[in-house]
């Protein structure tokens, strides 16, 4: 089955301008066949992650952009490799990204650093289980310390043995690709379970998690959103 990304091609090569959605999976805006932004359930959007750090001074144009970039690199990883659903992807011409940072990404360079991210990720944990399933801290350390970085820190105090690397990023307000590094070095050194084959988990692990943050404060959220589309 053909995966988002071959679609994106198409599109490029089309010059189209709108949004694609793909079920369950996320959503992909174009302008002249170029990404301007994406969207994934799987990733926490840029609101989130700035409001998770919101600051009364406010942020800086390089930062906004660093933060949309990330943003946009964390949707991609889940979104360009997934499979297209039978259904085809609703595509809306001329449809726009709610947050408007003027940035454009090659899909074909996107595709490119994904495959760069999964590499890594795979140099440090082999298996990508531990990138759906619910995180899970080891009963007992396998010496005699450990040294965590304020991130894994933060993981293992938050894991409740529900909550997914997807899940856990957005309670942090942390982009899932750092989350997931972070998930793998543990892993490595121990500190994590191993997951269960997909066939052996309980059911009571594929239930929903309810959000453990409030609701982003509107007021921050509209700023937020202003600063965005102020980015020349």
Known sequence: MAAVYTLLAGLARERATGSVSVR??????????????????????????LTARARPEGYTRAELQFCVVGAVLDA??????AELPVDR????????????????????WLVR?????RAQLAQIWP????DEAPV??????????????????????????LATPAD???????????VLLAIRRMAAAGLLVAPLPPRRRGR????????????????????????????A
């Open 136 to 161: 899970t801290p080891a009963a007992r350390l396998p010496g005699h310390r450990a040294m965590l970085s304020r991130l894994e820190w933060e993981i293992l105090v938050s894991a409740d043995r």
């Open 113 to 117: 650093e994904c495959a760069r991210r």
């Open 204 to 231: 009571g692990l594929d239930r929903a998690v309810p959000p453990a943050v409030p609701m982003s404060d509107p007021t921050i959220l509209a700023a937020v959103k202003k600063a965005l589309e102020d980015l």
């Open 76 to 81: 991609a990883y889940f979104v360009l490799p």
């Open 127 to 130: 298996s990508a289980e531990l």
């Open 168 to 178: 856990l990023a957005d309670r942090l307000g942390q982009p899932a690709y750092t």
């Open 24 to 49: 369950h999976t996320g959503k992909v805006y174009l302008r002249d066949g170029r990404v301007t932004h994406l969207e994934s359930p799987r990733a926490p959007s840029v609101e989130r992650l």
């Open 89 to 108: 992807p609703k595509f809306r011409p001329g449809e726009r990204p709610p947050l408007n940072a003027r940035l454009e990404f090659e899909p074909a």
